[in-house]
């Protein structure tokens, strides 16, 4: 069974930088698109960004494009999400998910095969 597990949340404040981590079992890897997602209060879950098998592709939300890196380190069975410059409106639950198959449609959380259980990040004003 794949486990996926995410740490590194917190309270920063606004402007403030955070790395998030989400480390995948098992030896099928390298071979997962790797998703970032959230759910803020009271909201839906929306996409974050995503990373290609190999890392050499990334697509990003509006709302975090240019302020959020997804990398991936394959050796260590691990996908990363660095934040910057927070904002308030990045509050939320985050959560780490993996995907076998296409990559052109890797902002669809239904299309993701496990998840984890969400690290929370909060930022204040």
């Known amino acids: 069974q794949v486990q996926v597990v995410e740490s590194g949340g917190g309270l920063v404040q606004a402007g403030d930088s955070l790395r998030l981590s989400c480390t995948v079992s098992?030896?099928?890897?390298?071979?997962?698109?790797m998703g970032w997602f959230r759910q803020a209060p009271g909201k839906e879950r929306d996409f974050v960004g995503s990373?290609?098998?190999?890392?050499?592709?990334?697509i990003y939300a509006d709302s975090v494009k240019g302020r959020f890196i997804v990398s991936r380190d394959n050796a260590k069975n691990t996908v990363y999400l660095e934040m910057t410059s927070l904002k308030p409106e990045d509050t939320a639950e985050y959560y780490c998910?993996?995907?076998?198959?296409?990559?052109?449609?890797?902002?669809?959380?239904?299309?993701?095969?496990?998840w984890g259980q969400g690290t929370q990040v909060t930022v204040s004003s």
């Open positions: 998910a993996a995907k076998l198959g296409r990559w052109d449609d890797s902002w669809l959380q239904g299309n993701y095969d496990y």
């Open positions: 990373v290609s098998q190999r890392g050499d592709e990334t």
């Open positions: 098992g030896r099928r890897f390298s071979t997962y698109i």
